[in-house]
Antibody
Framework: EVQLVESGGGLINPGGSLRLSCAAS????????LNWVRQAPGKGLEWVSY????????YYADSVKGRFTISRDNAKNSLYLRMDNLRAEDSAVYYC????????????WGQGTLVTVSS | QSVLTQPPSASGTPGQRVTISCSGS????????VCWYQQFPGTAPKLLIY???QRPSGVPDRFSGSKSGTSASLAISGLRSEDEADYYC???????????FGGGTKLTVL
């Protein structure tokens, strides 16, 4: 069974930093591209970032470009999101999401981790 | 403000057929396939339709998708109470070079 389990969320001051993790199991981690998707409380979904299987190719939404960094460790079956210079508008549930192989559709999602940026 | 436009709400009675629309532009829906996600309160989204009209294993054939020009639609036939959820359309945007979502539609089964 495919499992994606996020961790690392919490309450952080504006301007602060946080690193989210996503532990994967039940599939061949190194052969899938991965993403972070977020959802502000009571709001819709927003794609945040993408990483290729090797980790060499990365894309970001304009709203986080220059502040967030996606990475992965295929030896540890883990995905990460380093978030710097956090703003109130970054407050959201952050989901780790796997791409349906070779596509831009998210076929598996984690349960999410809540990030709250507030003083 | 979402790149794709969905009605905020939709409703129907059990057994009815309801459709949810998703409007975009030439750079997204007009040139790429669409997918739909279903999300229940407090849970992660689930892939419902991909490649505009394909259903993942386990999704009932009551759910179907279509696309025409720069708009897409999700149809649910034989509506059931358990279909009450939020539905999001999504696709790739060639101009933004990223995935884009609709704002979501809350479906109520009366």
């Amino acid at each position: 069974e495919v499992q994606l389990v996020e961790s690392g969320g919490g309450l952080i001051n504006p301007g602060g930093s946080l690193r989210l993790s996503c532990a994967a199991s039940g599939f061949s981690f190194s052969t899938y591209t991965l993403n972070w998707v977020r959802q502000a409380p009571g709001k819709g979904l927003e794609w945040v970032s993408y990483i290729s299987t090797s980790g060499r190719t990365k894309y970001y939404a304009d709203s986080v470009k220059g502040r967030f960094t996606i990475s992965r460790d295929n030896a540890k079956n883990s995905l990460y999101l380093r978030m710097d210079n956090l703003r109130a508008e970054d407050s959201a549930v952050y989901y780790c999401a796997r791409d349906l192989s070779g596509t831009y559709y998210f076929d598996s999602w984690g349960q999410g981790t809540l990030v709250t940026v507030s003083s | 403000q979402s790149v794709l436009t969905q009605p905020p709400s939709a409703s129907g009675t059990p057994g009815q057929r309801v459709t949810i629309s998703c409007s975009g532009s030439n750079s997204n829906i007009g040139s790429n396939n669409v997918c739909w996600y279903q999300q229940f309160p407090g849970t992660a989204p689930k892939l419902l339709i991909y490649s505009t009209n394909q259903r993942p294993s386990g999704v009932p054939d009551r759910f179907s998708g279509s696309k025409s020009g720069t708009s897409a639609s999700l149809a649910i036939s034989g509506l059931r109470s358990e279909d009450e959820a939020d539905y999001y359309c999504a696709t790739w945007d060639d101009s933004l070079y990223g995935r884009v979502f609709g704002g979501g539609t809350k479906l109520t089964v009366l």
